[in-house]
């Protein structure tokens, strides 16, 4: 049988309503923002008169946009430092994370330790820079002219996610693994066969953050990547944003533009985020479930 | 450890004699041969920590390694020469930022950044902290699964926006306007205005150039981006509370905020402690990257934050050793800051992080 509501329990229920619609609009609405003002015309997008809907549609932003090679260029290059970065530290991480589980290996907290304490304290912007530059040179000596490889390989890398994978790896019932060993099963076929496919949604979610980071990552490719056709998305964004946000340059735009230069900026975030919310819907399902299995360790 | 005769020597009854102490015989083996041992174990287990090998690596070529360079801190800094080369000076970098002996404008400048990185995180925790919580407790209120979905749907989105698109999408809806031309601020600013929550001039001098509301625009797109997604570890520590605890509550004649205090309160507070000495502990790592893209010259009064500081001053200046001085004294704070709340939380609360 149900029971009846007391009044402060059905006021703070209408007020959770309220309250949570609110954020979510909140939430949505710079998004829907963002792509009426991409295909508004001039005026309208210049003096901010959109509110909701497009106004005087014009699909003309989109298509020099998607007309523009450096768009692409940087596309690619945002895929590739995704894809790679990605496989990259998911292999460091899941080897890395499948041995610091194992109770008898040696030195188990000094590797702990080793990995929390970069958590706690680390060098700073200036050492980074100097270091990544040496890293630079070192990569250029051997042969990899690409500063793309060096994003890949040597940024990223986050102990908190290990952590998580040390974690649910930690949780896999022992004798399991031991029933796979009396079977004859090597090191590397316990790892794929049996702590793989039992944490499939910590790996989910570590995943999704790893390349999440990658595919968002600007500050240091922006540092490092000394070619503008190697740059990926994100910089040449912020670059178009920096290169517009000069009055001098955008006076006579209107001359050649049926668009305002901002419409271009809106183009390319949408253009930026589309690959986001097409994985998103199904990967999150996961996640929830993969940050409360390992986000808190008492 | 003190070794003494008893443990070598024991007296064996049935011939009467002392015999040697087989047990301390191992024992003094083990410790004699420790390094001999380890090795075994791990030649024996070496597919176990190969694995290790790589990560280890990394972290040590692009982590530690980093560590070394700090000694440019205490070292005149030229270009030309690797930190190792370099010449000695002392501590002169810290007495420049900290007393201003030789530069007063660096050391104000420094003391500026300091005090802005830590009101920035402290404004962060004092509104940013409690809004995941309470968008947690919306959530518990929501009986429909699919609604709730949603609801959270929506709600985590803005967590996987990057900062790029994050602070794109800031400038352009509280960009300036211009009187002469007849352009309008952005969207935000007008609304703003409109409810005369901001100036007119305000609103059309754009907001991003004026110092006054750098504070509200990080902390307010910081909740925005974050609120909902940070929701997530306190939902988790709300729906295991069992339906029976509320059922008690209400039968004892609890209303909603009674159950709040008594039922709800209690059971997720050792997750509101965890999650609370994260936020401390990081009081001194302020996101650097917003701050550089949402930053500008007329704003660096409230905005310019420590790293920001040292990446204008030694990745885009020349006073690289400087900076490194300048951010290892805000790392080193922030890390006994770290470790002070974890050991405060263990002692008060039996709960910690590390």
Redesign the interface.
Known sequence: MR?KL????L???L???L???M??V???Y??V??LSSAVSGYNEV??????LLPKNVQFDAFRDVFNDNVFWNAYTNTLFLTFYGTIWEM???V??A???S?K???FRKT?NF???F?M?????????????LA?KRAFQGIGIMDDKWLVV???G?Q?MN?ILLRNAFEKVPSEIEEAAIVDGA???QVLSKVYLPMSKSILATVALFFG?SR?????WAR?MISSANEQPL??Y??LR?EEY?DPELTTNWQLSHSYAP?SV??AL?IC??IP?LVI??FI?KYF?KG??VG???? | MDIKAADYLIFDEESGTYIENPEQIVRDDVEKHYWRNVAKTVIKDWRLYLMLVPMIAVFLLWRYLPMYELLGCFKQTEDAKTVAEQYYSGFSYFRTLLFGTGNAELSMQFMRAFRNTFLLSFYGLVFGFPVPILIALFFNEIRSNITRSIYQVLTYLPKFMSTVVMTSLVIMLVKQGSDTSGMQPGVISQMLSHLGLISTEAAYGGLLNNPAFFRAIYQISGIWEGAGYDSIVFFAAIIAISPTSYEAAQIDGAGKLSQMRYVVLPMIFSTIVIMLITRIGSLLNVGYEKVLLLYNANTYVTADVVSTFAQRNGIAGALKGMASAAEMLSNIIGMLLVIGANTIARKASDVSLY
């Open positions: 029971r007391e009044m402060s329990e006021i703070f229920r007020l959770s309503y309250l949570l619609t954020f979510a909140a939430c949505l710079p998004f923002y963002t210049r003096d901010s008169t959109i509110v292999i460091l991480s080897l890395g499948y041995a610091l194992k008898r290996l040696l590797f080793f990995l929390v970069t706690w304290f680390s060098a700073g912007l200036v050492p980074q820079y100097l270091n990544y890293t390989i040597a940024m890398m102990a290990i090597t090191e590397m999440i595919w968002n990552g600007y500050f540092q994100q910089v964004m912020r944003l946000s901002d900026i809106y975030i930026s985020i986001i998103y819907p999150q929830a940050v409360n986000g808190v360790k008492e």
